[in-house]
């Protein structure tokens, strides 16, 4: 029988390939005087919510790369499935690949299966990778979808533990998030109330956390229907210049012309100072 | 690098079920009982976590340890005994569960960090506890286990008699997590308790202000 996963199963044990790959780039980089690109963090406030009729996924947008900010506007909510999708913390590329080769296995097996993909079994998929990589895949994911067994929302670490929840914060602005949710999160919300507390609980971590900021982003995964927020809230608007050193068209120049006097000192007479004592 | 402690906690931390997990066997059954606390360093990132994880309809099993090893284990072995209870046709003895994950301890126990107590009720020998450390398996009246157990191996040991019956035995695990719990920083949260017999297995969550209280300044 064929096998339908593109992604081969690893025979045992963590491959390490790459790694002798990146030391002899690192090697050669350095002669030449270089240094080897350092891997981008998305430093990241991301969250799930389960409310009355779905999930809602809530990511911040930037990206940093050190103490910099790399990307103002990364999108941090990635697709899995029709009906699942998945927000990544932690190595940006790392994420962004995890999700993609589970994505595509996913497909691969609903089209094996005849039905639509569950979340648990993305959640699975996704353990078992990362566990099998003993936490160097850096990815940490909040992972949220509905199926027929209703909704489901994950947060899965990068050691390949997992933790199924009705609410759940991952990121440098975690706790931050965590704090808003924990005061406000009911079960059985309202879509509106849901999305105000996801969008709040983000605005905590941008604000409370360096390395999250700019934008809001928002998926509403319900059944049958997925809103991509994207942006849905630009909480850090770039602000508007009030004034301007231009000048308008049409202005006339001109010069002042000035000239310099030369002043004779003439002494004219001498006082004596008398002493002076200063008191304070 | 990645993984160095400049980030923030959860990257280079691994995850932990700090935890505290006891299983004690009476005369008809067994009772299981966990805290549900789960930790990456000083952030508490799970505080309703069940560590009392099912491998099949009357055997449970207890976690601790690293959350990621864990929690694989006992997926793993749920899938085993699956297939071994479909071959052998009738439900499976609470020694192969114990047997499956003493093998999996066993042979990765340089890269693995975890430990799991194996409880339940098999028609053969009735209720059974093992503790599985470090992958050896023993067969034992009750088994403590966890970062909160040393502080209560004192009350375990004095508290402990032969013969209670199912009340008794709930009360005694339930004392023993609550008095764990006011204890271990890495303890918390609420108690879940599971008693497996021959009629039924029975979840129960008690919430934190619901747990007994011993002297408290």
Not at chain 1, 171 to 184: K, Q
Not at chain 2, 177 to 182: E, G, H, P, R, T
């Amino acid at each position: 029988m064929a096998t339908l996963t593109v992604n081969r199963a690893a025979l045992g044990g963590f491959s390490f390939e790459n790694c002798k790959r990146n030391a002899l780039l690192e090697g050669e980089a350095n002669k030449v005087g270089c240094s080897l690109p350092s891997a981008r963090k998305t430093g990241t406030t991301i969250c799930g919510v389960v409310f009355k009729d779905g999930v809602i996924l809530g990511a911040d947008t930037r990206a940093t790369e050190g103490m910099v900010v790399a990307d103002k506007n990364c999108s941090k909510i990635h697709y899995i499935s029709p009906n699942i999708y998945c927000c990544g913390a932690g190595t940006a590329a790392d994420t962004e690949m995890t999700t993609q080769i589970i994505s595509s296995n996913l497909e691969l097996h609903s089209l094996s299966t005849g039905r639509l993909p569950r979340v648990a079994t993305a959640n699975r998929m996704l353990k078992q990778m990362l566990f099998r990589y003993q936490g160097y895949i850096g990815a940490a994911l909040v992972l949220g979808g509905v199926d027929c067994n209703g909704p489901h929302l994950y947060s899965i670490y990068p050691h390949g533990s997992t933790d199924k929840l009705p609410y759940v914060t991952m990121g440098s602005g975690s706790l931050a998030a965590m704090a808003v949710f924990e005061d406000r999160y009911k079960p059985d919300m309202e879509e509106e109330a849901a999305k105000q507390l996801v969008r709040d609980a983000i605005a905590a971590g941008i604000f409370n956390d360096l390395g999250s900021g700019s934008n809001i982003d928002l998926c509403v995964i319900t059944k049958g229907k997925v809103d991509y927020l994207r942006p849905h809230d630009e909480a850090n608007k770039k602000g508007v210049r009030t004034g301007d050193y231009k000048y308008k068209r049409g202005t006339t120049g001109y010069s002042l012309l000035i000239t310099h006097r030369r002043h004779d000192v003439f002494i004219s007479s001498m006082e004596m100072m008398s002493e002076v004592t200063c008191v304070l | 690098s990645m993984l160095d402690g400049t980030g923030p906690e959860w990257l280079s931390e691994e995850v932990k079920t700090g935890t505290t997990i006891i299983a004690i066997e009476y005369n008809g059954g067994v009772v299981l009982g966990s805290d549900s606390r789960v930790s990456a360093g000083a952030s508490v990132v799970n505080r309703v976590m069940n560590k009392l994880s099912p491998l099949h309809d009357k055997i449970y099993c207890a976690l601790s340890g690293s959350a990621a090893d864990a929690q694989t284990i006992a997926e793993m072995v749920n899938y085993q005994l699956d297939v071994h209870s479909m071959e052998i046709g009738e439900d499976p003895q609470v020694r192969s569960a114990a047997t499956l994950v003493k093998n999996i301890s066993y042979k990765y126990k340089e890269e693995l960090s975890a430990h799991l107590i194996v409880a339940g009720w098999d028609r053969r020998d009735g209720g059974q506890v093992f503790a599985t450390l470090k992958g050896l398996i023993t067969r034992q009246p009750f088994a403590v286990g966890g970062s909160g157990s040393s502080y209560v191996y004192g009350f375990v040991d004095a508290e402990y008699r032969r013969g209670m019956n199912k009340e008794d035995c709930q009360q005694f695990v339930v004392n023993t997590l609550s008095l764990a719990m006011s204890r271990d920083g890495s303890s918390g949260g609420v108690a879940y308790i599971v008693t497996i017999d021959e009629h039924s297995t029975e979840e129960k969550v008690i919430l934190g202000n619901d747990l007994p209280t011993f002297f408290d300044q």
